[in-house]
């Protein structure tokens, strides 16, 4: 079982409330991740990443187990916390203000 | 009685603005889409509690949501509400917020370059909708205009989008973007005309198709920019926005960047009307409702000053079409007014007399009962307000 966190805008967006848990067959990574979850959720099509090229918006990060995945290659597999579930997935908005 | 109902789109959400025919009591009702950015919602002509709304940010990207009961629910159009969110083989819907240059051999054209602002060739990148215009006939087809400029297409409620690309072959290597953006921000469908179609886009002008967006060209013939190297050119001038009366459909008005302009034949040649306005920069123009050669301007001090001359909030009417204007105060802020009235962000009602909308960016929606001798504010404390439209209901 994945666990998935959202920022609030795409919560609201998609009407969930808290984390998201997603079943994955085979190797967990980002792209696995985010597919698993457009799947489920397909009004989040393209807030992530771009529908045509799949490249994670600029203002969008990855974050798991204290470390910024946001530029690892999307088939990278991420560490094994994430694909038991022990920890979350988080995708994140960029900081933007002050 | 008719009763009105305004669309709002803020920085931070939309709101319904209703009310009776009167147009003194309102009810708000809101935000909607809390916390993104609305450019704007309208209504379809044929059925008005069709509403689609361009729904925003930065971080996540474009949405499209739908209305079908007049703004009380909203949905995705790719994915309605009670819908499997999946085909039967199992591939994801939401192709709702899909905007994809047309590349294709048989209808697209090569993804080329516009020009960036330091006259760097840069590749067309989807930003965002700025404009929705549903179609006069039927509310299903709906055209968006976009950043970086273009037009699409929906024939299916908002469900998919399709790009009408002669538009960017239309010189579109030349266009640069504004200090806005580089957005296609006004489409004026012609009642007269079905193939008609006239569009406005950000620093790069006016352009008409006459075969419903097969082909296109620039109709900017009298237009001067002093801020462009060819003052004159064929394409380049920073239009704000154009406005048309359906009864008239051949005479558009044109707020400028600087200059309120018209023409009286479907854009082939245009003639200053800016006349006796305190200053001709401004973004919104909107022709009455029932008077076609009524119009109003919001004059606004210069382009890096973007509030009111000397702090006094006036709306600009001409009952001439233009030349002659008269300032209208009553009931707005006459001191200490430094709000800004962007570009979709006025509108009229079709009841008699014609009620005239304009929303600011400091988050107040005025409106007048009597064409505009004399204004109220509906709401004072929106976020800032990015659009304005109004439907008028039996």
Redesign the interface.
Known sequence: MIRVVLPTHLQRLAYIEGEVKLEIEGQVTQRSILDALETRFPMLRGTIRDQVTQQRRPLVRFFACGEDFSHEPPAAPLPDAVATGSEAFLVVGAIAGG | MSTVRALVGTRKGAFVLTSDGKRKRWNVSGPHF???EVYHIKGSPVDPDRLYASQS???????IQRSDDGGKSWH?P??PPGEP??TPD?M????S??F?YDTSPETGRPLTTHQWIDGTPRPWEFKRVWHLEPSLTDPDTVYAGVEDAALFRSVDGGRTWQELAGLRDCSGSQWMPGAGGMCLHTILLDPSSPGRIFVAISAAGVFRTDNTGKTWRPINRGLHSDHIPDQTAEVGHCVHRIAMHPSRPGVLFMQKHWDVMRSNDAGESWQEVSGNLPTDFGFPIEVHAHEPNTIYVVPIKSDTEHYPPDGKLRVYRSRTGGNEWEALTKGLPQRNCYVNVLRDASAVDSLDPCGVYFGTTGGQVYVSADAGDSWTPIVRDLPAVLSVEVQTLP
């Open positions: 809390t916390g993104w940010n930065s971080w996540f990207g474009q949405i995705q790719g994915t969110t999946t199992g994801p819907k939401g192709e917020n899909k994809v």
